[in-house]
């Protein structure tokens, strides 16, 4: 089992930035894949980045592409997303989680969960 632990969300104006953090604790960090997902009221849950166990190589959806950047530090079981020039469409529950792949970007390979916290942007 891994645990995901979010924080870092919250209310900012467009234009804005934040930095979403996520901890995972039990079984290895290493080995696994991160990514982050959002989810909109009414809307599916939808991709926003990944980035391979060693850190190496990422993936970004084409909405968030240029203003959001993901890293991890495996020493401090962590991943992040940074979010730059926020716009009022980010606005969504926002989700780490954890599977084993290579650039995996869909729900169903992903294996842990966040708890999901809310970003929301003001216009």
């Known amino acids: 089992q891994v645990q995901l632990v979010e924080s870092g969300g919250g209310l900012v104006q467009a234009g804005g930035s934040l930095r979403r953090s996520c901890v995972a604790s039990?079984?290895?960090?290493?080995?696994?894949?991160m990514g982050w997902f959002r989810q909109a009221p009414g809307k599916e849950r939808q991709f926003v980045a990944t980035?391979?166990?060693?850190?190496?190589?990422?993936g970004d959806s084409d909405s968030v592409k240029g203003r959001f950047t993901i890293s991890r530090d495996n020493a401090a079981n962590t991943v992040y997303l940074q979010m730059n020039s926020l716009k009022p469409e980010d606005t969504a529950v926002y989700y780490c989680?954890?599977?084993?792949?290579?650039?995996?970007?869909?729900?169903?390979?992903?294996?842990?969960w966040g708890q999901g916290t809310q970003v929301t942007v003001s216009s």
């Open positions: 039990g079984r290895t960090f290493l080995g696994y894949a």
């Open positions: 989680a954890a599977g084993r792949g290579y650039l995996i970007r869909r729900t169903a390979d992903y294996d842990y």
């Open positions: 980035i391979t166990w060693t850190g190496s190589i990422t």
